[in-house]
Protein backbone atom coordinates (compact mmCIF):
# COMPACT_ATOMS: atom_id res chain seq x y z
CA UNK A 1 0.00 0.00 0.00
CA UNK A 2 1.41 3.67 -0.41
CA UNK A 3 -0.14 6.49 1.65
CA UNK A 4 -1.15 9.90 -0.15
CA UNK A 5 -1.60 13.25 1.10
CA UNK A 6 -3.03 16.19 -0.96
CA UNK A 7 -2.07 19.79 -0.04
CA UNK A 8 -1.77 23.13 -1.78
CA UNK A 9 -5.43 23.70 -2.43
CA UNK A 10 -7.42 27.28 -1.72
CA UNK A 11 -9.45 30.30 -2.65
CA UNK A 12 -8.59 31.83 -5.40
CA UNK A 13 -10.17 34.20 -8.17
CA UNK A 14 -10.50 33.31 -11.67
CA UNK A 15 -7.96 33.38 -13.80
CA UNK A 16 -4.97 32.50 -11.10
CA UNK A 17 -3.35 30.28 -10.16
CA UNK A 18 -2.47 27.53 -7.34
CA UNK A 19 -0.01 24.43 -7.06
CA UNK A 20 -1.48 21.11 -5.40
CA UNK A 21 0.70 18.68 -3.96
CA UNK A 22 0.60 15.16 -3.61
CA UNK A 23 3.17 13.44 -1.44
CA UNK A 24 3.40 9.64 -1.21
CA UNK A 25 5.10 7.19 1.25
CA UNK A 26 5.15 3.38 1.84
CA UNK A 27 5.88 1.33 -1.19
CA UNK A 28 6.23 3.79 -3.26
CA UNK A 29 8.56 2.07 -6.25
CA UNK A 30 5.84 0.20 -7.21
CA UNK A 31 3.63 2.98 -8.20
CA UNK A 32 3.67 3.20 -12.13
CA UNK A 33 1.22 6.00 -12.97
CA UNK A 34 -0.31 8.65 -10.34
CA UNK A 35 -3.41 10.52 -10.87
CA UNK A 36 -5.49 13.62 -9.86
CA UNK A 37 -8.66 13.96 -9.78
CA UNK A 38 -11.40 16.03 -8.31
CA UNK A 39 -14.88 16.52 -7.55
CA UNK A 40 -17.22 18.77 -7.17
CA UNK A 41 -20.34 19.04 -5.08
CA UNK A 42 -23.39 16.54 -6.13
CA UNK A 43 -21.37 15.10 -8.97
CA UNK A 44 -18.87 12.08 -9.50
CA UNK A 45 -15.23 12.27 -8.94
CA UNK A 46 -13.17 13.01 -12.18
CA UNK A 47 -10.07 12.36 -13.59
CA UNK A 48 -7.96 15.61 -14.43
CA UNK A 49 -4.57 14.31 -15.25
CA UNK A 50 -1.96 11.48 -15.03
CA UNK A 51 1.59 10.87 -15.26
CA UNK A 52 3.42 7.61 -15.15
CA UNK A 53 6.84 6.68 -14.38
CA UNK A 54 8.60 7.79 -16.83
CA UNK A 55 6.70 10.88 -17.03
CA UNK A 56 4.06 10.83 -19.59
CA UNK A 57 1.27 12.99 -18.84
CA UNK A 58 -2.42 12.72 -20.15
CA UNK A 59 -5.16 15.22 -19.69
CA UNK A 60 -8.91 16.10 -19.39
CA UNK A 61 -10.11 17.92 -22.43
CA UNK A 62 -11.21 20.88 -19.87
CA UNK A 63 -7.88 21.11 -18.21
CA UNK A 64 -5.96 21.16 -21.27
CA UNK A 65 -3.50 24.03 -21.68
CA UNK A 66 -4.18 25.39 -18.50
CA UNK A 67 -3.07 22.59 -15.65
CA UNK A 68 0.37 20.74 -15.75
CA UNK A 69 1.00 17.15 -14.34
CA UNK A 70 4.69 16.97 -12.95
CA UNK A 71 6.91 15.07 -10.71
CA UNK A 72 9.60 15.37 -8.47
CA UNK A 73 11.10 11.40 -7.61
CA UNK A 74 13.35 12.55 -5.25
CA UNK A 75 10.88 13.96 -3.04
CA UNK A 76 8.00 11.28 -3.87
CA UNK A 77 5.90 13.75 -4.80
CA UNK A 78 3.45 14.37 -7.43
CA UNK A 79 2.47 18.30 -8.38
CA UNK A 80 -0.55 19.90 -10.27
CA UNK A 81 0.02 23.68 -11.65
CA UNK A 82 -2.97 24.96 -12.37
CA UNK A 83 -3.30 28.49 -14.02
CA UNK A 84 -6.22 30.58 -15.70
CA UNK A 85 -8.56 29.27 -13.26
CA UNK A 86 -12.06 29.16 -13.82
CA UNK A 87 -14.83 28.79 -11.07
CA UNK A 88 -15.83 25.15 -12.89
CA UNK A 89 -12.56 24.29 -11.40
CA UNK A 90 -13.76 24.20 -7.69
CA UNK A 91 -13.68 21.18 -6.88
CA UNK A 92 -11.78 18.88 -3.97
CA UNK A 93 -8.96 17.65 -5.33
CA UNK A 94 -7.66 14.19 -4.91
CA UNK A 95 -4.50 12.04 -5.88
CA UNK A 96 -4.26 8.08 -6.00
CA UNK A 97 -1.38 5.44 -7.35
CA UNK A 98 -1.85 2.62 -9.21
CA UNK A 99 0.65 -0.12 -10.16
CA UNK A 100 0.11 -0.66 -13.81
CA UNK A 101 -1.43 0.53 -16.98
CA UNK A 102 -4.46 -2.41 -16.90
CA UNK A 103 -4.40 -1.81 -12.76
CA UNK A 104 -5.32 2.26 -13.75
CA UNK A 105 -8.14 1.12 -16.35
CA UNK A 106 -9.61 -1.52 -14.13
CA UNK A 107 -9.55 1.53 -12.00
CA UNK A 108 -7.73 -0.74 -8.82
CA UNK A 109 -6.03 1.33 -6.87
CA UNK A 110 -2.27 0.80 -5.02
CA UNK A 111 -3.84 3.98 -2.25
CA UNK A 112 -6.78 5.05 -0.45
CA UNK A 113 -8.93 7.42 -1.26
CA UNK A 114 -7.44 10.76 1.53
CA UNK A 115 -9.47 13.85 2.48
CA UNK A 116 -8.21 15.54 -0.73
CA UNK A 117 -7.68 19.45 -0.64
CA UNK A 118 -10.23 21.58 -1.63
CA UNK A 119 -9.91 24.51 -4.59
CA UNK A 120 -12.37 27.31 -4.95
CA UNK A 121 -12.37 29.41 -7.76
CA UNK A 122 -14.49 32.96 -7.10
CA UNK A 123 -15.35 34.32 -10.28
Known amino acids: QVQLVESGGGLVQSGGSLRLSCAAS????????MGWYRQAPGKQRDLVAT???????TYADSVKGRFTISRDNAKNTVYLQMNSLKPEDTAVYYC?????????????????WGQGTQVTVSS
Open 51 to 57: ITRGGSA
Open 26 to 33: GSIFRIYL
Open 96 to 112: NAYLSWSDYLRNTSFGS
